[in-house]
């Protein structure tokens, strides 16, 4: 029979063995986990490929912008003036009223030396048929020169303005004839190559002009004729009473 102290002994060599084999086992477990474990994890699945972005679609090449026009140069532009200005005179001296309409711009202002204010090229060809070749025509005969006092100023390549002074031979349908001296001034625009008048403008000395000059002549005239005419009743009047009154102091006497 055992005694106890050897028993005792036996029991702690039996714990000590449990103990020494069960931090071997979980030695184990910590340093190879069984592959049940392994197979339990979540495994991460591989992330979602973004869609490429798009490239931007290439740009179309911008239109290319037109060139500016060419400046013209300024003497080129007075010349051309210069030869606006004669065919104007040319076309009123003619009554080529076709290229006198054709010459403004569909809204030309025109004020003539009557004091009408005449507007649009329609406007402008109804005024010379109506002064010049109508039915009713008041001038029978024009001849007019344009002259201008300085070149024209030019504001751009587009516009200009014009000035001077004109003398013109009218011969009127009544069969008087004068001459008038007169200041003008215009306004032209240049569209499409071509000048164009926008706005011209006639004016006369109201003091010294033929047409005053001749109402004068006819105030002039008719007021001698009324003095003479008065002069003559006078006269007659007075004959007559004179011999009425020797008429009634004969038979008096008798």
């Known amino acids: 029979m055992r005694s106890p102290r050897s028993i005792s002994s036996n029991l702690g060599r039996s714990m000590h063995r449990w103990q020494l084999t069960a931090l071997f086992a979980l030695a184990l477990l910590v340093a190879s986990p069984p592959s049940s474990l392994a197979q339990d994890e979540p495994t991460e699945e591989p992330a979602a490929e973004e869609p490429a972005a798009e490239e931007p679609a290439a740009e179309e090449p911008a239109a290319e912008a037109e060139p500016a026009p060419a400046e013209i140069p300024v003497e080129d532009l007075h010349n051309e003036l210069r030869a606006f200005r004669a065919e104007m005179e040319r076309a009123l001296n003619e009554r080529d009223l076709d290229a006198i309409a054709d010459n403004v711009d569909e809204h030309v202002i025109f004020t003539p030396m009557n004091g009408e204010i ?18 009713d025509a008041v001038v029978a005969d024009i001849h007019t020169t344009f002259e201008a006092d300085d070149l024209s100023i030019l504001h751009d390549q587009q516009t200009a303005v014009a000035f001077g002074h004109s003398v013109g031979q009218y011969e009127l349908t009544d069969g008087s004839e004068f001459e008038v001296e007169a200041v003008w001034v215009t306004t032209l625009l240049r569209r499409d190559g071509q000048w164009r008048i926008a706005a011209f403008s006639y004016s006369s000395s109201m003091f010294d002009n033929p047409i005053l000059d001749m109402q004068r002549r006819y105030l002039l005239i008719g007021g001698g004729v009324a003095v003479v005419i008065m002069g003559l009743i006078m006269f007659f009047v007075g004959r007559m009473s004179r011999r009425k009154k020797a ?8």
């Open 118 to 135: 005449v507007r649009g090229r329609d406007g402008v060809r109804a005024y010379y048929e109506r002064m010049l070749t109508g039915p």
């Open 247 to 254: 008429g009634s102091e004969g038979s008096k006497k008798e």
